[in-house]
């Protein structure tokens, strides 16, 4: 079993940046993918970006690549996304999750999820 625990959520105005890491537990993840969704009040949840473990392909939604960035470190077993100029409708709960296998976008095949962090971008 995996455990995720995200963490760095909070309150920003737009144009603002957050950094969230999620940290890994439970067993070795060296061949795990990690990837971040969110869901914002009323929506489905959507992909946002992955990252293989190795670091050899970053993935990201069309809409936000540009804006965030995802990074890992697996000395520390984490995994990080970088939000910068922040709007309104990046609010959100954003979750961590880990797969073995699988599309990187798509959240059926993920194995493990954390509970999530919030993020509000309001002035």
């Known amino acids: 079993q995996v455990q995720l625990v995200e963490s760095g959520g909070g309150l920003v105005q737009p144009g603002g940046s957050l950094r969230l890491a999620c940290a890994a537990s439970?067993?070795?993840?060296?061949?795990?993918?990690m990837g971040w969704f969110r869901q914002a009040p009323g929506k489905e949840r959507e992909f946002v970006a992955a990252i293989s473990w190795s670091g050899a392909g970053t993935y990201y939604a069309d809409s936000l690549k540009g804006r965030f960035i995802i990074s890992r470190d697996n000395a520390k077993n984490t995994v990080y996304l970088q939000m910068n100029s922040l709007k309104a409708e990046d609010t959100a709960v954003y979750y961590c999750a880990a797969r073995f296998s699988g599309s990187p976008e798509r959240m059926s095949d993920y194995d493990y999820w954390g509970q999530g962090t919030q993020v509000t971008v309001s002035s």
């Open positions: 439970g067993r070795a993840l060296r061949s795990t993918a």
